[in-house]
């Protein structure tokens, strides 16, 4: 057997995504302008959109991780990073099963998921209240 022998097949990179990723990634850039010049958060609903996984993997690749991270426990887990580019958050959440239910782009300083709601500070301000009478009694 010689070299000549061996079958050799040729595979070329699908590159029928990058007007896909292109697209998104124009729109990032125009919402965080719109986030820096008027304050307007948004976001993009990855599940909305008919990306391949490979589009999906390419636009992870894209973006990158920055310094910050969270994690919440709620009704599922949900998982907030912060994009190579400040303002541009990847936010997924996550089934008790460990499926994806929501997975989302958001443009925002910080993403609205990790905003304090009014009603749980007033549950939180209600239990402060009532701890205060023991620290006061052990004066």
């Known amino acids: ?15 029928s995504s990058v007007g896909n ?25 990855l599940k909305s959109l008919p990306l391949s996984p490979q589009e999906y ?8 991780q920055g310094e910050v991270t969270a994690r919440l426990e709620a009704i599922g887990p949900s998982e907030i990073i912060e994009t190579h580019y400040p303002g541009v958050w990847w936010v997924t959440h996550y089934n008790v099963e460990g499926d994806i239910i929501a997975d989302m782009i958001e443009i925002a300083s910080v993403p609205s998921i990790l905003h304090s709601q009014p009603e749980d500070m007033r549950a939180g301000l209600e239990r402060l209240h009532e701890l205060l009478p023991q620290y006061a009694q052990n004066k």
């Open 1 to 15: 057997m010689s070299l000549q022998d061996i079958a050799v097949k040729v595979v070329t990179a699908d590159t």
């Open 21 to 45: 990723i292109a697209a998104l990634l124009a729109e990032i850039s125009t919402m965080l302008e719109q986030l820096l010049g008027r304050g307007n958060s948004s976001m993009i609903d």
């Open 57 to 64: 993997e390419q636009l992870r690749f894209t973006l990158g």
